[in-house]
């Protein structure tokens, strides 16, 4: 597995989410904790130094579960976007806090609701960094 990348921008506007979400008690302190600890363990890069094959802010993924061969493909959003229907889902769920700043290829290990679980990224439709959207 390789080594976390986040682009400053996502970095920063991530952090902000997280504090507006303590303040207004929408957001569990351990899940608060979990995605915090990810992100500081994260290597910092500019948006035009993220590598293409990088999960990023408002990237289209598609991942399945290795246990039950689920596939899933969706949106990585900030909260206040987070819409099921439409396939985006928050920064603040558990698929999505295990996705940010992997590489396409990469098995995460992870505890979701319904247990622990290995991910698997399988491709990345749309990256915005690549796509040249740099303060998406």
């Known amino acids: 597995m390789s080594q976390l990348i ?3 921008n996502d970095y920063s506007r991530i952090h902000q989410c997280i504090t507006t979400a303590r303040q207004n008690n929408t957001i569990k302190k ?6 915090a600890s990810e992100l500081k363990n994260a290597k910092l890069v500019e948006p035009k130094e993220i590598p293409g094959d990088v999960v990023t802010m408002n990237s289209v993924v598609k991942i399945h579960f290795q246990n039950s ?3 899933m493909e969706f949106t990585l959003v900030y909260p206040k976007d987070a819409n099921v229907k439409e396939r985006k889902i928050s920064i603040f769920s558990a698929v999505a806090c295990a996705l940010i700043g992997y590489r396409v290829g990469d098995e995460i290990e992870w505890q979701l609701p319904s ?3 290995k991910i698997v990224i399988d ?3 749309y990256q915005p960094e690549a796509a040249g959207d740099l303060d998406a």
Request: proline share 0%.
């Open 6 to 8: 986040i682009n400053k």
């Open 69 to 71: 061969k689920q596939q």
């Open 115 to 117: 247990g622990m679980t």
């Open 30 to 35: 351990e899940e608060a904790e979990k995605l």
């Open 123 to 125: 491709e990345i439709i």
